[in-house]
C-alpha cells in the first residue's frame, strides 16, 4: 500500500474552489471558506487527480508526499 500524505497550507489557500471541483472526493470548503481534506478521504485512490488538483491550485497551497 501507498502512503501519502496531502497537506493545505491555510496560510496560502485563497478558497478559489479549484482542487475541490477538481475532486470534490477529496477536498472540500471550511468554515473559513478554504478548503481541507474531506475526512477518512481514499487518498490513494484518488491519488493522479490529488495531483492534478496540487497542479492546477493558483497558490501552490497543496503539498503532496
Ligand atoms: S485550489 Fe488552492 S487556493 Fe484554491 S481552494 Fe484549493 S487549496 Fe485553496
Redo the contacts with the bound molecule.
Sequence with gaps: MIFMKVK?DQEK????????SIVPEI?KFNADN??ELVDGADLTEHKEKINQ?KD????Q??SVE
Excluded: E, L, N, S
Aim: charged letters at 5%; hydrophobic letters at 55%; a positive charge.
Design positions: 493545505i489557500c485563497i478558497g478559489c474552489g479549484t482542487c475541490i477536498f478554504k478548503a488538483a492546477a491550485c493558483p497558490v497551497a497543496i
